[in-house]
């Protein structure tokens, strides 16, 4: 096994809207049943921000749960990475009103969009400030209000996305045994268009023609992202393995992103992992895009799923289509 570099998490934490939207008020809205979403995707309920809910609301809630767990104060935060592809607005960064918010010092702070693989590849980031010596505490938030660009009528989508935000906070680790075994990270822009917004951008600025053709919203060739999802978390998998010299069977668990249950199951069946070394929240969140790895990873430190010592790795995929794992000893 590697050695690694001396990254560690000194904190985790999450916030959670508490609106919960169930599949059966979906099924009032569109044309769905809870049988059907339950078995194509494994979610039962997801959270929705109320309107005046947005982003940075979430994500200073999260940030300051993780700043507690790891003691940590606002003026010792070197730098602030946010992942999202729901910002508080296009203009300026979340993580630049987050600094404010927190209460933080003119520091480093700024957005990173990569999807749903958007906080592994800001947790690598963070690591990398660490590592170069740029920075000595580092919080790395992954926030969504995803209902917010979500068409509510398009049932291929609305039943799948929720709301949520989630953070760490990273320090160079003082325990030799703690770091981070391997990173990798890529990206297929040839299935860019697979998941997309096609309004608001420089390409469809915003007029009235894009808002009534609804081209705010998220749009998604459902069972195409799934084909690829599959082979491709797998491989990940399978590389950050074999980067760090550990066999699959060494993991003591696993964190995917909570994009399908389905996938998920698929991805690790292929990878010869037993499910009982997955993570799974899918079921109550629904795909909470950058916040879902951060929201479980959370969840496993408060309920004794995760020990220290132990060997997690986190895998993500998501628009772009990109992908970033992390496999940490924590
Ligand atoms: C979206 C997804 C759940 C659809 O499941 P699927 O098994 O691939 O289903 P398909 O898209 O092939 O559609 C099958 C049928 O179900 C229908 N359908 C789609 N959504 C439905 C819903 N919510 N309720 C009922 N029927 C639905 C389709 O219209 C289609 O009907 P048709 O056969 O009459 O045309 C699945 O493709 C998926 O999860 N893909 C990955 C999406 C993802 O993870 N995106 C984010 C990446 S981070």
Known sequence: MKLGWPVEIVGTGMWLPETVVTNDDLARVVDTTNDWIVQRTGIRERRRAKPEEATLLLATRASQAALADAGVTPEEVDAIIVATVTPEYQLPATASLLQTEL??????????????????????????????????????????????????????????????AGAVVLRAATDPARSILAMRAGADGARGR???????????????????????????????????????????????????????????????????????????????????????????????????????????????????????????LGAGISWASALVRL
């Open 103 to 164: 209460g933080c010092r003119w520091i480093q702070a700024f957005d990173l969009g990569a999807a749903c693989s958007g906080f592994v590849w800001a947790f690598q980031v963070g690591a990398q400030q660490i590592i170069t010596g740029v920075a000595r505490t580092v919080l790395v938030v992954g926030a969504e209000t995803l209902t917010r660009i979500t068409d509510q009528q398009d049932r291929g989508t609305c039943v799948l996305f929720g709301d949520a």
């Open 194 to 316: 697979l998941i997309y917004i096609p309004g608001g951008g420089s390409k469809e600025p915003a007029s009235h023609r894009t808002v009534d053709e609804r081209l705010h919203y998220m749009h998604m060739q459902g069972r195409e992202v799934y084909k690829f999802a599959v082979t491709q978390m797998h491989t990940v998998l399978d590389e950050t393995c074999a980067d760090a010299g550990v066999s699959v069977s060494d993991l003591k668990l696993v964190i995917p992103h909570q994009s399908n249950l389905r996938i998920i199951e698929s991805a690790c069946e292929k990878a010869g992992l037993p499910m009982e070394k997955v993570l799974i929240n899918i079921d109550r969140y629904g795909n909470t895009s950058s916040a879902s790895i951060p929201l479980a990873l959370d969840e496993a430190v408060r309920d004794g799923r995760i020990k220290p010592g132990q060997t997690v790795l986190m895998c993500a």
